[in-house]
């Protein structure tokens, strides 16, 4: 960030002058209140064309104008808070899932992939994992606003009561009945290859259950009578390979892909928008394991 004015608007001070003194650069985005609060806090502060930066004289100026940035950074947000709690009187959210707090709103669902992706991307939204909420501040309401409509869809699908009911309505179809079949399979931890093309073995790739890491290419091959309801299109050319879950230090080291996913690949590695959330599940995955280690 640059304060972008000319000399002449500004009392230049000789850049080889400030090297000799004791003192601290400073440079932001040119707003002229802001640069009269600034000259007003730093009255001996000058502009050096050089440096394209305000020089502060003093052996205490680098601390002086982190408390000036912090307090000018407070004042932003208590402008934009005020301004969203507006909003929301303006124009409020009815809804079970939300409740107002003192410093923003709190947001308590059924657990749902899509309402933690949508709460995610709204502005300084955060977790709470003691009180399994969401604390949202007032600042964000517009954009938290903009995403309810889905958040509340997806958490009213995921009531108890909802799920149970779209369970009693599938019992005995044949949606059921595969459905049951892939959760089967895939508790087994294994997915037909082709022979002609095998992943890298120890290394995050993508398969239709997503990120995985492939232990062992068996050479088993696969009978397509037997699985063909859970893996349409398979062939005798196929083979089983083993995988497991990657762990977090393996999503860390994985480089994401270059180029575009291939359609209908039957592994393939994983892009950076895959590999963001898949790093985040396994740090939370592995929090959880070592919370419960004695």
């Known amino acids: 960030m640059t304060e972008r004015k000319s ?22 985005p040119y707003d002229r209140m802001t640069v009269e609060q600034f000259r007003s806090r730093f009255p001996r502060a000058r502009w050096s064309d050089a440096r394209k930066a305000w020089f502060v004289p003093g052996r205490t100026a680098s601390r002086r104008i982190g408390r000036w940035l912090a307090e000018i950074e407070a004042e932003a947000d208590a402008h934009a808070d005020a ?12 809804s079970p899932y939300l409740e107002l707090g003192k410093a923003g709103f709190r947001i308590r669902t059924p ?3 899509t309402v933690v992706d949508e709460l995610r991307e709204v502005p300084f939204s955060r977790w709470d994992g003691d009180l399994r909420i969401w604390h949202v501040p007032f600042r964000s309401y517009e954009e938290l606003r903009r995403r309810w409509s889905d958040i509340e869809a997806a958490a009213r699908r995921n009531e108890p009561e909802e799920r149970r009911r779209r369970a009693e309505e599938r019992k005995g179809t044949e949606q059921d009945i595969r459905s049951k079949l892939r959760s089967a399979e895939r508790k087994r931890h ?26 062992e290419i068996s050479g088993e091959l696969v009978d397509p009578d037997v699985v063909v309801d859970v893996y349409p299109g398979i062939t005798e050319d196929h083979v089983w390979g083993y995988w497991r879950p990657p762990t977090f230090e393996e999503l860390v080291r994985t ?19 895959e590999l963001r959330p898949a790093r985040r599940t396994a740090r939370s995955r592995e929090a959880r ?6």
């Open 190 to 215: 294994r997915y037909p290859l082709r022979s002609d093309d095998l992943p890298p073995i120890g290394r995050p790739v993508v398969i239709a259950y997503g990120i995985v890491v492939f232990t």
């Open 111 to 113: 657990y749902s992939k």
């Open 7 to 28: 000399a002449a608007d500004h009392d230049e001070a000789p850049s080889d002058e400030d090297d000799a003194k004791p003192g601290a650069d400073i440079s932001f």
């Open 289 to 294: 394991k070592y919370a419960k280690t004695p």
């Open 83 to 94: 301004k969203g709690r507006d909003a929301f009187v303006f124009d409020p959210i009815d």
């Open 255 to 273: 480089w994401p892909a270059k180029m575009l996913p291939i359609q209908n690949a039957e592994w393939r590695l994983p892009t950076i928008e």
